[in-house]
């Protein structure tokens, strides 16, 4: 029997989360599906929710091949669904086709990426269609990040388009996603406004062609972020952190910018909506919000989800996009690494408290076949 060994992440009953390294048979593809040999899978921070994210950091340790935390009383109720079952993580990956069923022959030793959970394993056993049928020349380690960062990044052009916007603020922004986005942007003639935290990140969005970057640690940093908004009449943002004040400053700054450039008197504020959609977490305290109310009424915070944009745009236009990715995934989609990993390494104490951090410039990836 060959084996398949993959990470998984199980909340017990006795209110502990534990990661481990499981081993399963290897599956065999039905007549429409593919077996992929996994040579390359990022830890994205949306991995982390399922492979940490109940898990309390402070009570983190090894024992007997596994990663144990605690899981806070206060949280156990949400994990009934959860409780006892090993769930296989990790969201997108790239391998080369080792089988494929009677309906797939074509796919036979292509490198593919593919999103569809549990990927990292050594090997995944998935439809034919679900993946993404890269160029000749193009190595797995090259489009192990196809999906997540690629169309999330193509997805906030998208929805500024649907949405009637004309310019976007992101934050971040100098992660994987938002050099992607930055690049897009310059290609597409799409005015951006970057938020950043240090000036290293500022240097850096500049020397791949951004215009407008903001360093949020600076004393003038509402003024800068109004003065780029007031020019790029932006209305739309997309934000990584998720709490503290953030969001509401961008919608402050987008109400002085759009009171600047409005040519009637509204006692309600401008009358331009303002949005801030959410789709990341790294700040986890609460939205912060000024009590003053000082970006008007024509204003909203949402959240930002992946699958059900993909959803929403329909099967053409996910296509168009994923041709997009695959034709560029070397320059526009390109993503940098610090380390790579195996899939006992990922589990290494060390290891995983840096990529817990969720730091800018400390993206992994995890070679299970390594």
């Not at 942007?185 to 500022?202: A, F, S, T, W």
């Not at 949020?216 to 007031?230: H, N």
Request: hydrophobic share 40%.
């Amino acid at each position: 029997m060959s084996l398949n060994k993959q990470i998984t992440s199980t909340v017990t009953d006795a209110g502990k989360l534990e990661i481990a390294i499981t081993e399963s048979e290897r599956p065999i593809p039905g007549d429409d599906e593919v077996l992929i040999q996994i040579e390359a899978t990022p830890i994205n921070p949306s991995d982390l929710g399922l492979l940490i994210g109940p898990g309390d950091i402070n009570t983190l340790k090894a024992e007997d091949s596994k990663i144990i935390m605690g899981v806070p009383k206060a949280i156990m109720g949400a994990m009934k669904p959860r409780l006892n079952k090993p769930m296989p993580v990790g969201n997108e990956g790239s391998g080369v086709v080792i089988e494929a069923g009677a309906n797939a022959q074509e796919l036979m030793g292509k490198v593919v990426s593919v999103v569809g959970g549990g990927m990292y394993s050594q090997y995944r056993c998935l439809p034919a269609a679900s993946c993404i049928v890269m160029n000749e020349g193009t190595e797995p380690r090259d489009c192990a990040s196809s999906f997540v960062n690629p169309l999330t990044a193509l997805g906030m052009v998208e929805t500024m388009k649907m949405e009637g916007h004309t310019a976007l603020v992101h934050t971040a922004a100098a992660s994987n996603l938002g050099q992607m986005l930055v690049k897009i942007c310059v290609d597409d003639g799409v005015q951006l406004v970057n938020i950043v935290r240090k000036q290293e990140h500022v240097d850096l969005l500049k020397s791949i062609g951004a215009e407008f970057v903001c360093n949020s640690s600076d004393d003038d940093f509402m003024e800068q972020l109004t003065s780029a908004i007031t020019e790029t009449k932006a209305t739309l943002a997309f934000d990584a952190t998720g709490g503290g004040e953030l969001a509401g400053k961008i919608l402050t700054c987008m109400e002085v910018a759009a009171r600047k450039n409005a040519t009637e008197y509204s006692p309600y504020g401008s009358t331009e909506h303002k949005q801030v959609y959410i789709y990341g977490a790294l700040n986890q305290s609460g939205i912060s919000l000024p009590n003053n109310r000082s970006f008007g009424m024509y204003w909203g915070i949402g959240g930002f989800l992946l699958t059900p944009f993909l959803g929403k745009i329909g099967f053409e236009k996910v296509g168009e996009l994923q041709a997009r990715v695959a034709n560029e995934i070397k320059t526009t989609f390109a993503s940098n690494y610090t380390q790579e990993v195996s899939l006992e390494e990922a589990l290494s104490l060390e290891s995983l408290m840096v990529y817990a951090k969720q730091a800018t410039g400390e993206k992994f990836l995890i070679n299970p076949n390594g």
